[in-house]
Nanobody, 122 residues
């Protein structure tokens, strides 16, 4: 089970920290990602981190503003979002997959959380 939290309403330029609590999976055997879906748009890759934590990936639209991290002791995956823009408004999902190759492909994640809403607006 994956439980995402930390979403909310924030002004443009602000920051939020999303967290994904995981259970029922062997945390260190999976690679972890954050994906998002805005109203009327397809689901989009945001960021991913390898099982070891040694490799990270970011979507072009968030590179330099978002940071993904994981805590093996707590079995959590965080997404720190800075310099938020209105176009970052979406439901954010955490997800897991066992294979590292293809982490940018939103259709290949095996496990999904329920999502948390992020709204960036003044």
């Amino acid at each position: 089970q994956l439980q995402a939290s930390g979403g909310g309403l924030v002004q443009p330029g602000g920051s939020l920290r999303l967290s994904c609590a995981t259970s029922g999976l062997t945390f260190t055997r999976y690679n972890w990602g954050w994906l998002r879906q805005a109203p009327g748009k397809e689901r989009e890759f945001v960021a991913a981190i390898s099982w070891s934590g040694g490799t990270t990936y970011y979507g072009d639209s968030v590179k330099g503003r978002f940071t993904i991290s994981k805590d093996n002791a707590k079995s959590t995956v965080d997404l720190r979002m800075n310099s938020l823009k209105p176009e970052d408004t979406a439901v954010y999902y955490c997800a897991a997959r066992s294979v590292l190759v293809g982490m940018r492909n939103v259709d290949e994640y095996e496990y999904w959380g329920q999502g948390t809403q992020v709204t960036v607006s003044s």
